[in-house]
T-cell receptor, first 114, second 112 residues
C-alpha cells in the first residue's frame, strides 16, 4: 500500500512569490491534515479536512494561505505571497476517519523563502 | 486549548541503556496519546500510542505509561540501539475530533 505522497519535496522561492504544495493521502482515508513544522519543533496543525469539508482551519493564516480538497481525495495548500517566516516543512497526514485514528504522515515539503 | 510540554529536549545515552522521555498535558479531556519518531529529513512515524482507559502499554523494547490524575505520560525505551537515534514527539488529543497537540520533541542520541 502506498503511503501519503507529497510534492514537491523541496521548494526554494523568493519572498512575495506564490507557492503550492500537493498531497495525495492513503487510499480510502477520509481525513486529511496539513501541518507546519518549524526546525526543532513539533508539527502544528494548519487545517483538517473530513472528505472535502474543511472542519478545522482556525490556525490557517487566511490572509495568505489557502487550501482545497475539491473531490475529497488529494489536496493543495497554497501560500500567496510567501514571506521569509514561512520557511518550514509542510507536512500532510491522513487517517481513515473521525475519532482517535492513527495519523500517517507524508515526507513533507521543505520550503525555503529567500 | 491543549498545551503539551516535553522533556528533556536532548537525551544522550550509551547503547544498551534505557531512555525515558516525559510529557505533561493541560486538557483533562485529552484521551489519546501517540508517540512519533522522526529521523532526520524523514516523516514522523507512529511508534506507540495509549488511550486514557489504559495505564501502560508495551511493544517489545518500547513502553508508554499514562497518569491521568497527574496529566503526564512517558515513553520508555529499553536496551537502546544506535538506530533508535531520532527526534521523538509526544502528542495529546481529545474528544472525537482527533486534533493532536504535539510536544516540542526530544532529540535522542544513542552512542555505540
Amino acid at each position: 500500500e502506498a503511503g501519503v505522497v507529497q510534492s514537491p519535496r523541496y521548494k526554494i522561492i523568493e519572498k512575495k512569490q506564490p507557492v503550492a504544495f500537493w498531497c495525495n493521502p492513503i487510499s480510502g482515508h477520509n481525513t486529511l491534515y496539513w501541518y507546519l513544522q518549524n526546525l526543532g519543533q513539533g508539527p502544528e496543525l494548519l487545517i483538517r479536512y473530513e472528505n472535502e469539508e474543511a472542519v478545522d482551519d482556525s490556525q490557517l493564516p487566511k490572509d495568505r494561505f489557502s487550501a482545497e480538497r475539491l473531490k475529497g481525495v488529494d489536496s493543495t495548500l497554497k501560500i500567496q505571497p510567501a514571506e521569509l517566516g514561512d520557511s518550514a516543512v509542510y507536512l500532510c497526514a491522513s487517517s481513515p476517519g473521525q475519532g482517535t485514528d492513527t495519523q500517517y504522515f507524508g515526507p513533507g515539503t521543505r520550503l525555503t523563502v529567500l | 486549548g491543549e498545551n503539551v510540554e516535553q522533556h528533556p529536549s536532548t537525551l544522550s545515552v550509551q547503547e544498551g541503556d534505557s531512555a525515558v522521555i516525559k510529557c505533561t498535558y493541560s486538557d483533562s479531556a485529552s484521551n489519546y496519546f501517540p508517540w512519533y519518531k522522526q529521523e532526520l529529513g524523514k516523516r514522523p512515524q507512529l511508534i506507540i500510542d495509549i488511550r486514557s482507559n489504559v495505564g501502560e502499554k508495551k511493544d517489545q523494547r518500547i513502553a508508554v505509561t499514562l497518569n491521568k490524575t497527574a496529566k503526564h505520560f512517558s515513553l520508555h525505551i529499553t536496551e537502546t540501539q544506535p538506530e533508535d537515534s531520532a527526534v521523538y514527539f509526544c502528542a495529546a488529543a481529545s474528544g472525537g475530533s482527533y486534533i493532536p497537540t504535539f510536544g516540542r520533541g526530544t532529540s535522542l542520541i544513542v552512542h555505540p
